[in-house]
């Protein structure tokens, strides 16, 4: 799952103002700027959002639920 436009806080304290989550198998394994984004067939737009490291445990969420988080946020 592809989570891309978002702004990012990141475990490290950095800002990425417009970046990307990857999530595979239930694991974060990349996050970064989206000049670097990879592709992903399952893919979610999140402009306007932003993440906060540990606001969420989106290893956990459904495809079910990030279609229900953009619909109401």
Same mark, same amino acid.
């Given at each position: 799952?592809?989570?891309?436009?978002?702004?990012?806080?990141?475990?490290?304290?950095?800002?990425? &103002?417009?970046?990307?989550?990857?999530? +595979?198998?239930? +694991?974060?394994?990349?996050?970064? %700027?989206?000049?670097?984004? %990879?592709?992903?067939?399952? +893919?979610?737009?999140?402009?306007? #959002?932003?993440?906060? #490291?540990?606001?969420?445990?989106?290893?956990?969420?459904?495809?079910? &639920?990030?279609?229900?988080?953009?619909? #109401?946020?």
């Amino acid at each position: 799952m592809l989570l891309y436009n978002a702004g990012i806080f990141t475990a490290c304290s950095a800002f990425i &103002e417009n970046g990307y989550i990857l999530i +595979k198998d239930g +694991k974060i394994i990349d996050v970064g %700027p989206m000049d670097f984004c %990879p592709n992903d067939e399952e +893919k979610y737009d999140l402009s306007g #959002h932003l993440f906060i #490291h540990g606001s969420r445990d989106w290893t956990r969420t459904s495809n079910l &639920e990030v279609n229900s988080f953009l619909l #109401h946020h």
